[in-house]
């Protein structure tokens, strides 16, 4: 799903807990693989998952279109 922690709450150790729980469930749950997304913009995440582990495997690029939405 997804992680969120509001501003005034950042870099008081609560992503990092919801990570590592996160983590532990899926291994618990038989998880072989573990994928994280960062959105476009948001690339100051990436830092953040790389010091658990994670390393970036392939670049997603998506067309919308606006018409149809």
């Not at 870099?11 to 038989?30: A, C, M, P, V």
């Not at 690339?43 to 998952?49: C, G, H, M, V, W």
């Amino acid at each position: 799903d997804s992680i969120f922690v509001a501003d005034g709450y950042r870099r008081s150790g609560i992503g990092e807990e919801l990570l590592k729980q996160g983590i532990r469930w899926l291994d618990r749950n038989g998880a072989r693989k573990k994928i994280v997304a960062v959105a476009a913009g948001n690339e100051a995440a990436i830092p953040f998952y790389e010091a658990f582990g994670f390393v970036p495997r392939m670049t997603v690029l998506q067309l919308i279109d606006e018409k149809k939405l």
